[in-house]
């Protein structure tokens, strides 16, 4: 049974912090290819970083040199750590797992909200 629940969304003012959390069931995080997505009022879900299960990680264009994805396979969590953040950052973020097999299949969680304003 696959759970992912987001949460550590928020308040923020421009150029401020926020760390983003997603528990996961079972072994998710330290077996499976997991992301973040976001998505803002009238716009579609966007991707904003990925993890491998070999701790691989990549960014959008948007997210690089300011986010960074993360894991505690202990503890089957992600997180997700944002710095100098942007009024156009403010969005629901989404937590994501992807498997392969048999075919790619994508699961997500409720989303957590992270709104940023002076």
């Known amino acids: 049974q696959v759970q992912l629940v987001e949460s550590g969304g928020g308040l923020v003012q421009p150029g401020g912090s926020l760390r983003l959390s997603c528990a996961a069931s079972?072994?998710?995080?330290?077996?499976?290819?997991m992301a973040w997505y976001r998505q803002a009022p009238g716009k579609e879900r966007e991707f904003v970083a990925t993890?491998?299960?070999?701790?691989?990680?990549s960014y959008a264009d948007s997210a690089k040199g300011r986010f960074t994805i993360s894991r505690d396979n202990a503890k089957n969590t992600l997180y997700l750590q944002m710095n100098s953040l942007k009024p156009e950052d403010a969005a629901v973020y989404y937590c994501?797992?992807?498997?392969?097999?048999?075919?790619?299949?994508?699961?997500w969680g409720k989303g957590t909200l992270v709104t940023v304003s002076s």
């Open positions: 994501n797992l992807r498997t392969y097999s048999p075919r790619v299949t994508d699961y």
């Open positions: 993890i491998t299960s070999g701790g691989i990680t």
């Open positions: 079972g072994s998710i995080v330290s077996r499976n290819y």
